[in-house]
């Protein structure tokens, strides 16, 4: 398995950017699928997840309402809709899936198995 984030830039503050993750294998549609995000000197945290299904999303606090996870399962694509950015979301983003996790799983990044390489998003005030 193999995923592929791109999207990454330089945005003002209150801008948008949209992230793509293609993803790799045959068995996409059973995935669940999350983006997490690390910025300089912190640790990765969550940021987005969205069952195999499409029918389950989950954010952390602090994107919701400005965020959106999508997913395309006959492109086996996920995509990451940042909307009102600000600099404090200025981080690598990465892309992340693993085969069906319970709900209380999908915002441990040690439910992933599988990681992208990251994009970097860059937010100037």
């Known amino acids: 398995v193999q995923l592929q984030a791109c999207g990454g830039g330089l945005v003002q503050a209150g801008g948008s950017l949209r992230l793509s993750c293609a993803a790799s294998?045959?068995?996409?549609?059973?995935?669940?699928m999350a983006w997490f995000r690390q910025a300089p000197g912190k640790e990765r945290e969550f940021v987005a997840a969205?069952?195999?299904?499409?029918?389950?999303?989950r954010y952390t606090d602090s994107v919701k309402g400005r965020f959106t996870i999508s997913r395309d399962n006959a492109k086996n694509m996920v995509y990451l809709q940042m909307n009102s950015l600000t600099p404090d979301d200025t981080a690598v983003y990465y892309c992340a899936s693993t085969p069906r996790v319970a709900l209380s799983g999908l915002a441990s990044a040690s439910s992933y198995y599988y990681w992208g390489q990251g994009t970097l998003v860059t937010v100037s005030s």
């Open positions: 294998g045959r068995t996409f549609h059973d995935w669940d």
């Open positions: 969205m069952r195999y299904s499409g029918g389950t999303t």
